[in-house]
């Protein structure tokens, strides 16, 4: 995984658009959806490492129809290192019914039941927070 990567189609063509992403190497996004043309959601993966936190955050993107913007979304495997265990949350696939109404799925790995357990998180129109 690299750094994040977005293009956009215009009715004729591909171009590279700017994408928020951290210095790391193990960041990247892993699904879009469009409610509308001027609002658009990318989920995916954030490496915290050398950040706050230590480990993997979920990471969303917001399409404004002029930029992308991070948004903060929760981290059930936590977001920083616990003992010599370090965060790994990842978000897979985003869907939006409305623009106050978006799902985001993923998968988060819980160190006390070594085992790894699915996420849902809602977006309400206006924060992301665990369904």
């Known amino acids: 995984m690299a750094g994040n990567a977005a293009v956009h189609w215009n009715g004729t063509r591909w171009s590279p658009v700017y994408t928020p992403h951290s210095a790391s190497k193990q960041n990247g996004l892993l699904g ?3 409610a509308r043309a ?3 959601w990318a989920a995916g993966v954030l490496d915290a490492s050398g950040a706050a936190g230590s ?3 979920t990471d969303m993107l917001r399409w404004t129809g002029t930029k992308w913007t991070r ?6 495997g936590g977001s920083t290192e616990s003992g010599d265990n370090s965060a790994v949350n990842e978000l897979d696939g ?7 109404s978006c799902w985001a799925v993923g998968s988060y790995w819980d160190y006390s039941a070594q085992t790894r357990l699915s996420i849902a998180l809602h977006w309400n129109g206006t924060s992301w927070s665990t369904g």
Not at 71 to 76: D, I
Not at 94 to 100: E, F, R, T, W
């Open 32 to 34: 879009v959806t469009c």
């Open 71 to 76: 948004v903060a979304t929760p981290n059930p």
């Open 55 to 57: 480990g993997q955050l």
């Open 94 to 100: 985003v869907a939006c019914g409305s623009p106050a």
């Open 38 to 40: 001027s609002e658009c």
